[in-house]
């Protein structure tokens, strides 16, 4: 089967400069869409373009790997098809597409080319049923259902719904030749159709058949600029309808790595092309001999998924260094650094829902990697058959070495013995309520607390791979449980880490929750005031900005990111920041791990908490009162819908001079978009990275505020 795209079309009425193949959906240029259509349907052996001397340069560019051929003159798609036929045989059959329907999904390519070859037709064409009239061939049956004519720009008979030629055809090539001779030109242009040529083989007696299509949504050419207005809604509706399907066949990486819901997305096939996409990049990058460390949570199936993927990093011939037990996902960050390996993996979906699970990749340099790294590993892993993927049984890689099984935690809780004032938290006699969610953090942080003779009492210390029916999230409305046991009076502190004990949220002495927007401000006073360490602070776009009024009055500065701790990471490093967090209660150090550590930052709170000897909601008031304004943070987070996926790709690029009737004075849009208010308050909106959500978080003077904030852009958005 050979593909023939027709791209000689101009697009007059499209007002572009550029030839209508090139107009742009959504970036992408429309024959850019229909040409991976065609490869993702996987039914065609060679793709033909018929381009026009305007845009061929441009198309050889886009498209290098099919055979461009030029329509000198516009003579009508069928002189354009007829061009195409001179390069291949009679006995071919092809596949016609119009460079203007990017719309039409790979299935029903698929679809028409098997009705096609299963019903021997010499001629299948795609048609649409409908209810509304289109400016397309329209289909006319006889009573029993037989194609007796197909009428360009013909109007429809009967009562809806109508049947009209779509624009996408098979041909046996023979077939097309010989009817085509038997068109009469246009008199006015001397042009010739496609639908023309069909017209003549259904009146010489060729078996014609169709396929029909259901959704109208693929019947949309793009010929004006309203055409184009509608097919962005359609593709961005579509990216929702399809996540589920998309999830099963494609990885594709988030701000924290590759999450997919377990046996959709998330199966053994995906994990080994994720596996073997690593793989290639470390052999590609020199670092193969340096091995890599393999971590995993307490999710379900994760130590047997950081075995498959341990095998396939084997069949590659890297060493696998293999945690022993579930970890967190900072002691798989400290693990690549203190062994200089080529990199990290840790099968973990963090903070997410019990369903899923995921992978993520650490560089050699002990940073999550960047989004130029992982779109390599991506388009390598939708690329390979993950039945071609190389592995070794894991028995058998254990036996020849390939595949060491350690313990991680030894070498990590000896670096906590240097960098955090154990001595000194001993004196203390701190009692710490530790809530571990059921996660992977509950050995490492437990070993680490009772190292600085804390008395300690554990909520959630079982493996429990459904988090106790929510998700392992640190936040207010999951921590009930701990805040009533703190209530008791009992405890000097309550700890709480996420999934994977990469993030962290506190409980005062009374039962209060801290928020981690309180964690990382809480810390950097500490760090600065009481341990006299210097230099800015790092924050996401989603973080409260209470961190820079307190920054101000020590005179520092905030450097402010999109949201992703690699972007922390990176801008930490830049300006050798002393701490770097997010509102979801990621932190780090300097001269730390440039990973979110809950573990490390668990510990420096109990240091704190001995060293400045006061409660835990002294601190934080001590603090409030130097900064002098507080703001209150209030957070929603709306479940992605198709119209809702439309509705907030236009609304985030708005602009507003009030919001809630307050004066808007500057707009970010560094990640979603966040409009900065004349009293300090903000509102943000943005698409999130791990789930289908639209998050809509707000900060000003007071809860109320903040809530009247988000409900005002929920009433407009939704």
């Known amino acids: 089967m ?48 018929v381009a026009n001397p305007r845009n061929k340069d441009e198309i050889v560019r886009l498209i290098p790997q099919a055979l461009i051929v030029i329509q000198k003159e516009q003579l009508g798609t069928a002189h354009a098809l007829s061009i195409a036929l001179e390069e291949m045989s009679e006995d071919e059959n092809v596949l016609v597409l119009y460079a203007d329907t990017p719309l039409i999904r790979p299935g029903t390519i698929r679809g028409i080319v098997e009705t096609h070859v299963l019903e021997n037709a010499d001629i299948t064409f795609l048609t649409g049923l409908t209810v509304e009239e289109y400016p397309y061939a329209v289909v006319f ?35 097309f030749k010989n009817n085509y001779e038997l068109v009469t030109p246009r008199p006015d242009t001397g042009e010739k159709y496609i639908p023309d040529v069909i017209r003549i083989a259904i009146k010489q007696g060729f078996k014609v058949v169709t396929h029909v299509c259901l959704d109208d949504r693929e019947y949309l050419g793009i010929n004006t600029p309203d055409d184009l207005r509608k097919a962005e809604e359609i593709v961005l509706e579509r990216e929702v309808e399809d996540s589920e399907l998309l999830e099963e066949r494609y990885i594709k990486f988030g701000t924290g790595g590759w999450r997919a819901v377990i046996g959709r997305g998330f199966t053994s096939s995906n994990i080994k092309r994720v596996a073997h996409a690593i793989s290639r990049y470390l052999v590609e990058k020199g670092l193969k001999e340096r091995g890599v460390v393999v971590g995993y949570d307490n999710r379900f199936l994760s130590e047997e998924s950081a075995k498959v993927a341990a095998e396939v990093f084997a069949g590659n011939n890297i060493k696998v260094s293999l945690t022993r037990s579930a970890i ?4 798989v960050t400290f693990t690549v650094l203190r062994k200089k390996a080529g990199g990290g993996v840790i099968i973990t979906a963090s903070h997410n829902p019990p369903e899923y699970n995921g992978i993520k990749f650490e560089t050699s340099d002990g940073l999550p990697a960047p989004v130029e790294i992982t779109n390599e590993i991506e388009k390598i892993a939708n690329e390979v058959d993950p039945f071609t993927v190389p592995w070794f049984p894991f028995e058998v890689a254990v036996k020849k070495g390939y595949i060491s099984i350690e313990d991680f935690r030894g070498e990590y809780l000896d670096y906590l013995e240097k960098k955090i004032d154990i001595e000194e938290i001993k004196k203390a006699h701190l009692r710490v309520c530790f809530d571990t969610m059921y996660g992977s953090g509950t050995s490492t942080i437990q070993m680490a607390l009772v190292m600085a003779r804390c008395d300690l009492t554990i909520l959630h210390g079982r493996r429990d791979p459904l988090f106790g029916g929510k998700s392992p999230a640190p936040s207010e409305e999951s921590l009930t449980y701990l805040m009533d046991v703190m209530r008791s009076g009992e405890y000097d502190v309550g700890i709480a880490v996420d999934g994977d004990a990469d993030r962290i949220a506190l409980v005062d002495e009374t039962g209060r929750f801290l928020h981690p927007n309180d964690v990382l401000p809480l810390l950097y006073y500490y760090l600065h005031r009481v341990k006299n360490q210097k230099g800015p602070a790092v924050r996401n776009v989603a973080t409260s900005h209470n961190l820079d009024r307190l920054a101000k009055k020590l005179n520092e500065r905030v450097i402010e990111t999109p949201v992703g701790f690699k972007h922390i990471a990176k801008a930490m490093i830049e300006n050798d920041a002393l701490i770097g967090g997010e509102s979801s209660g990621g932190i780090t150090f300097r001269n730390h791990i440039m990973e979110k550590d809950g573990v490390f930052t668990a510990m420096l709170v109990v240091e704190m908490l001995a060293k400045m000897k006061k409660k835990l909601s002294e601190i934080l008031k001590e603090m409030i009162e130097l900064s002098e304004t507080w703001y209150s943070f209030y957070q929603e987070n709306l479940r992605l819908t198709p119209t809702l996926r439309v509705k907030a790709e236009k609304f985030l690029k708005r602009d507003f001079d009030k919001i809630a009737e307050f004066p808007v004075v500057d707009v970010v849009r560094i990640d979603g978009t966040k409009y900065i208010l004349e009293d300090g308050s903000w509102v943000l909106l943005r698409l999130s990275g791990t789930e289908p959500l639209l998050r809509i978080i707000a900060e000003s003077e007071t809860r109320e505020k903040a809530r009247e904030l988000v409900g005002w852009m929920k009433r407009r958005v939704d």
């Open 2 to 49: 050979v593909g023939v795209i027709l791209a000689g079309g101009k697009g007059k009425r499209l007002g572009a400069k550029e030839t209508k193949p090139l107009v742009k959906l959504l970036e992408k240029p429309l024959i850019t869409h229909v040409a991976e259509k065609v490869k993702q349907a996987k039914v065609v052996d060679k793709l033909i373009i």
């Open 141 to 175: 049956r006889s009573k029993t259902g037989k194609i007796v004519d197909l009428v360009e720009h013909g109007k429809p008979s009967g009562p809806p719904p109508w049947e009209y030629s779509i624009g996408t055809y098979v041909f046996k090539a023979s077939v």
């Open 328 to 331: 967190p996902t900072p002691l």
